[in-house]
């Protein structure tokens, strides 16, 4: 009788949480999917503002020549104050172009973010409405993207980049993909 008792009080609480449980493996499933779905393909292609320079415009032209880091960012986004200290000392490598994209935030308090945390880009660009992240596959800042000198994707990083992650996925991509 007691397990009847049980098994009344409980049950709907173990069926709600094995459904939650099946959909965020579900979902995580979905989700590493999306997140390879642009490697080796070419860069979408977009047209977009430098958030400091409005004057400066970016294209998938902008990428061809040199190996480059695009770095998904916002300064909404907690994980993207870490990565950015990261970034500051990586953006010293001149075998690679660091340029960040600032996806679906105010510019002024873009702005403001970098002058807080730093500047590790030779560009940014200025992505308000968050079109061109969507091209890109995007779902969350960060993300961090290795395109190769010719404007292909070679690499996705989906959500924090690390020290370590750099130094045994990146750095090696970086060469094999022609950083000078």
């Given amino acids: 009788m007691r397990i009847i008792a049980w098994g009344k009080k409980w049950m709907p609480l173990v ?6 449980m099946l959909f965020a493996l579900r979902l995580d499933v979905h989700l590493h999917q999306v997140s390879a779905s642009m490697i080796n393909k070419p860069l979408p292609v977009f047209y977009a503002y430098d958030l ?5 415009v970016y294209n998938k032209n902008n990428f061809l020549g040199k190996v480059s880091v695009l770095h998904i960012w916002s300064s909404w986004c907690r994980a993207c104050e870490q990565d950015n200290q ?23 308090e873009a702005l403001d ?17 968050g079109r061109f992240a969507h091209q890109l596959g995007v779902y969350a800042a960060p993300e961090t993207y290795l395109i ?16 370590e992650l ?12 022609g950083g000078k």
Avoid: H
């Avoid at 990261?86 to 002024?108: H, P, T, W, Y």
């Fill in 15 to 20: 069926a709600f949480s094995t459904i939650v």
């Fill in 148 to 163: 190769d000198r010719k404007g292909f994707i070679r690499y996705k990083v989906v959500g924090k980049l690390t020290r």
């Fill in 113 to 129: 973010w970098l002058s807080i945390y730093g500047n590790p880009y030779k560009g940014i660009i200025f992505d308000s409405t």
């Fill in 52 to 56: 400091q320079r409005l004057s400066q």
């Fill in 86 to 108: 990261l970034l500051l000392s990586l953006a010293r490598d001149k075998r690679v172009r660091f340029i960040g994209v600032n996806s679906l935030d105010n510019r002024e």
């Fill in 166 to 177: 750099w130094n045994r996925k990146i750095e090696p991509l970086i060469s094999l993909y």
